[in-house]
C-alpha cells in the first residue's frame, strides 16, 4: 500500500513539474517560433518510449528519416535537437559554432565541486578558453609530440610484448580489448606521471583503474534525474553519487602522485629527460609571466582525471573496432599487413616516421572511425543562449546532439556506407577527421573539437600497425569472419558489444 502512494505521489509530481515546463515552453515559443520538427511527445516522459529499445544513434536516423536532419526530441523535459546530416552540421559549427558551443552537463559529469579544471564540462568562456590554450600550446603541440615520441614507442613495445607472451602458444585467444586499454592507460600514466600505473608493482595504479573504469561505467547510463530536474535531488538510480564515490578515490591517488611530485621538487631530485604533462601543469602560468602556477591541487586533479578518462576508453574502443572490421574483411586484413611488410625489412619495427608511408593503414584507421566514432553523439553540446538556425527557434539551454554516427554512415554521401572500405579514403583529395570535413566529423568540429586529435592521429596508426606487422591473428573456436558479431552497445563510448577475442600467431617472415 505504502509504494503505491508513493508512486502516486513520485507519477504527479511528475505531472506537475511536466505541466508547469510545457506551459513556460508553450508561452516562449508562441513569442520567438518554433522548434524544429520531431515527434509528437507524450505527457511527462516526451519522446522517450518512442525511441524503443534499440541504441539512441539508431533511434534517431529511423526517426530523422521522417522529420529530417534538425529535428527535436523531449527526453522527459529535456529539450534536445538533433543534428543527423553533414548539410546541417555545417550550419551549426560555421553559422552557430559560439551560441552552441555551450555543454550539456549530466549528473554524472557534476562533481561536488563543480567544474573546476574540466575542459570537457567547462561552459564556453574566459576559463574554458584558458585550458584550450593549455591543450593546444603545451600538450599537443608538434614539438611537444615529438619529444614524446620514445613514451609511445615503450608503451605499444609493451603491449606487443604483452600479447606475444599471453599468445605464445599459437592457439590461445586473447581477450584483444583489454590489451589495447592497458596500453592507452599506460601512455596517460607516462605521459602524466612518467611512470606505468599498470604494472606488478603499482598498486595505487591497479587502484586508480578499477575507479577510473567505475566512472566511465556510470557516466555511461541512463539516468532519469537527467530527464526529470524534480528528481535530482533523489538520485534514485544512485549514479551521481556512485560515480562521484569513484571520483573522489581517483582524486586521492592522483592528489598522492602530486604531493609525491612537489616534495621531489622541493628537494631538488629530480632528473627526467623529459618534462610531462605534470609538470607542465605545476609550471603554468597561462600568460607567459613570473609569477605563482595558476592552477591549485583540484584542478590539477581534475585536468589529470579528465585525460586518463577521455584518452584510454575512446583509443581502446576505436582500436577494438578496427582489429574487428579486419577480422571480419579478411581480404582487407591481407592488404595492410602486406603494406606494412613491404615497408620494413627483416624484424624492423614500424615507427612514427613510417606512417606516412602507409595510406592503406591510415585509411583503415579512417574508415573506422567512419563507422565506429568513439563518440556517436560527440559530448553534448548546448545553447548558451536562444538563436535561429534553418528557420527554426532553438531555445536557451537546448541540448544538441550531433549524429556522427548517422552522417558517417548517410548514404546521400557515401557509396555502400554499411562496408568497410578503407579504399574510399584513398581518391584524391579525399576527406579527414580534422574537423573541416561535415561528412566525417568523429572528433567533432569547431571551438569544441578534440583537442588531442595530433596525439590521436600518431597512436592509433602505429598501435594497430605494430600488432599488425609482428603478428598473425586468427578467429577463436573456429569462427568464420562472416559469423562475427559486429553489434554496439553503449556506455561513454560506443563499444563492441561482444568482446573481441582471437589468437595471435607470431609471424615468422
Known amino acids: 500500500m505504502e509504494y503505491e502512494i508513493g508512486g502516486l505521489i513520485l507519477a504527479l509530481l511528475l505531472w506537475a513539474a511536466w505541466k508547469i515546463a510545457t506551459a513556460s ?9 518554433r522548434l524544429p520538427p520531431g515527434p509528437t511527445p507524450w505527457p511527462v516522459v516526451g519522446n522517450i518510449f518512442q525511441l524503443g529499445l534499440g541504441a539512441p544513434h539508431e533511434s534517431f536516423v529511423k526517426l530523422a528519416k521522417k522529420h529530417g536532419p534538425v529535428m527535436t526530441i523531449w527526453l522527459g523535459s529535456m529539450n534536445t535537437v538533433v543534428i543527423s546530416s553533414n548539410e546541417a552540421a555545417r550550419v551549426m559549427f560555421k553559422n552557430h559554432d559560439v551560441v552552441l558551443a555551450g555543454r550539456k552537463i549530466y549528473e554524472a559529469m557534476k562533481g561536488d565541486y563543480g567544474n573546476e579544471g574540466s575542459l570537457i564540462t567547462a ?11 593549455l591543450c593546444t600550446t603545451e600538450f599537443f603541440t608538434t614539438s611537444r609530440l615529438d619529444t614524446m ?41 607516462n605521459l602524466i606521471f612518467s611512470k606505468d600505473l599498470l604494472d606488478p608493482k603499482s598498486e595505487r595504479g591497479s587502484e586508480f583503474f578499477f575507479h577510473a573504469g567505475k566512472v566511465m561505467e556510470f557516466a555511461g547510463k541512463a539516468n532519469v534525474a537527467d530527464f526529470f530536474p524534480i528528481l535530482r535531488r533523489l538520485d534514485p538510480q544512485g549514479i551521481r553519487r556512485k560515480t562521484q564515490f569513484h571520483v573522489n578515490h581517483a582524486f586521492d591517488i592522483v592528489g598522492e602522485f602530486l604531493q609525491e611530485r612537489l616534495r621531489t621538487m622541493e ?9 610531462d604533462y605534470l609538470d607542465v601543469l605545476l609550471e603554468y602560468r597561462g600568460d607567459g609571466t613570473e609569477g605563482p602556477c595558476i592552477f591549485g591541487p583540484r584542478t590539477i586533479n581534475v585536468i589529470i582525471f579528465e585525460m586518463f578518462t577521455a584518452g584510454t576508453d575512446t583509443t581502446t574502443s576505436t582500436l577494438e573496432w578496427a582489429m574487428a572490421e579486419l577480422l571480419h574483411n579478411p581480404a582487407t586484413l591481407q592488404k595492410v599487413q602486406a603494406e606494412l611488410r613491404t615497408l620494413t625489412d627483416g624484424g624492423e619495427k614500424i615507427e612514427e616516421e613510417n606512417l606516412n608511408k602507409l595510406p592503406y593503414l591510415n585509411a583503415v584507421i579512417k574508415e573506422t572511425l567512419r563507422l565506429h566514432p568513439p563518440l556517436p553523439f560527440l559530448v553534448p ?32 554521401t557515401w557509396k555502400d556506407p554499411l562496408e568497410f572500405k578503407p579504399e574510399r579514403f584513398l581518391e584524391p583529395n579525399m576527406v579527414d577527421y580534422k574537423g573541416q570535413h561535415f561528412e566525417f566529423i568523429p572528433f567533432g568540429s569547431g571551438r569544441r573539437m578534440c583537442p588531442a586529435v595530433p596525439l590521436v592521429a600518431r597512436v ?12 598473425d591473428w586468427v578467429l577463436a573456436n573456429g569462427l568464420k569472419a562472416e559469423e562475427m558479431d559486429m553489434s554496439e552497445r553503449m556506455g561513454i563510448t560506443l563499444r563492441k558489444a561482444i568482446p573481441l577475442k582471437a589468437i595471435p600467431v607470431p609471424y615468422k617472415g
Open 25 to 33: 515552453g508553450q508561452r516562449q515559443l508562441k513569442e520567438v517560433g
Open 123 to 133: 561552459q564556453y568562456g574566459q576559463h574554458w578558453r584558458m585550458l584550450r590554450r
Open 149 to 189: 615520441r620514445v613514451v609511445r614507442r615503450q608503451c605499444i613495445d609493451q603491449m606487443v610484448q604483452f600479447i606475444h607472451e599471453s599468445g605464445e602458444s599459437g592457439t590461445t585467444a586473447i581477450d584483444i580489448r583489454r590489451f589495447f586499454f592497458l596500453m592507452a592507460f599506460n601512455l596517460m600514466g
Open 267 to 275: 628537494n631538488d631530485c629530480i632528473q627526467k629527460k623529459i618534462r
Open 381 to 412: 553540446h548546448m545553447a548558451m543562449d536562444s538563436c535561429k538556425m534553418f528557420g527554426y527557434f532553438i531555445p536557451e539551454e537546448t541540448q544538441i546532439l550531433v549524429n556522427v554516427w548517422a552522417i558517417g554512415r548517410d548514404p546521400k
Open 460 to 471: 592509433l596508426p602505429l598501435a594497430l600497425g605494430s600488432i599488425l606487422h609482428s603478428l
